[in-house]
């Protein structure tokens, strides 16, 4: 028998498919909170920024409204159709490709800045490694990027559905979340990560998120 492969493009493409665009939790998504600050402290007014696992576009839709020059990235092709269509729908502007966190389909130093909200916790160390990277490409000189991870404790309930990785990473290979990557960050595993960036906010939000803003 052929082994399944593992594949979470698949696992988010079937995600994304079952939202109804028209659906009341579609209409009623809320953006996360911190995008309110981080607009006033550090968004130039109609500045490019791009939108990293855009997903179903409530954080692309908060930044269109308040007039940014928006971008969309995803790896599901489902949320990039719905964030152009949930746009249009409310006359609003932006640019949406599918692509990876480690292979961002945009030139170098086009945005002025990123903003990745419970995404990058979706991929290996090594790949999140690689994506900032990619992003440091993509960004232009004094441009600032707003990260955030889930809580730490985040799936502990679903243990028992996933494999652990060598690298600490969750490969979900049963239950509803199966085919999907996810990565328990430590705070240090973060900092780890952002050892070459400047980081100007490390802060952890009620529910528990650590929410980074760098330069
Ligand atoms: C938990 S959702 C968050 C979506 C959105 N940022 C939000 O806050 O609503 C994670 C998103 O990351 C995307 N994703 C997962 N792996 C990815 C990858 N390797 N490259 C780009 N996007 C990815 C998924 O398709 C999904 O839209």
Redesign the pocket.
């Given at each position: 028998m052929r082994e399944e492969l593992f594949d979470?493009?698949k696992y988010?493409e079937s995600?994304?498919n079952n939202i109804d665009l028209d659906s009341k939790e579609t209409q009623e998504?809320k953006h996360?909170a911190i995008l309110e600050s981080f607009c006033s402290e550090y968004l130039k007014a109609g500045s490019p920024v791009l939108?990293?696992?855009?997903?179903?576009?409530?954080?692309t839709i908060y930044l269109a409204k308040r007039g940014y020059e928006i971008y969309g990235?995803?790896?599901?092709n489902a949320?990039v159709d719905l964030c152009k269509k949930r746009l249009k729908k409310q006359g609003l502007l932006g640019d949406f490709k599918q692509?990876?966190?480690?292979n961002i389909p945009y030139p170098d130093d086009f945005c002025d800045a990123v903003?990745?909200?419970?995404?990058l916790d979706?991929?290996s160390f090594q790949?999140a490694q690689e994506?900032i990277t990619e992003i440091r490409r993509i960004l232009s000189t004094g441009g600032v990027v707003l990260l955030?991870f889930?809580p730490l404790e985040t799936d502990e309930d679903r243990m028992h559905e996933a494999e652990v990785l060598p690298d600490g990473t969750l490969k979900f290979v049963c239950g509803k979340q199966k085919g999907m990557?996810f990565r328990r960050y430590r705070d240090e595993e973060i900092r780890q990560l952002l050892v070459d960036q400047d980081v100007i906010s490390f802060k952890r939000s009620a529910g528990g998120a650590r929410i980074i803003i760098y330069r």
């Open positions: 979470p493009q988010w995600y994304f998504l996360a939108d990293l696992g855009c997903g179903g576009g409530r954080n990235i995803d790896l599901s949320a692509g990876t966190f480690n903003i990745c909200i419970a995404s979706h991929v790949t994506s955030t889930d990557l």
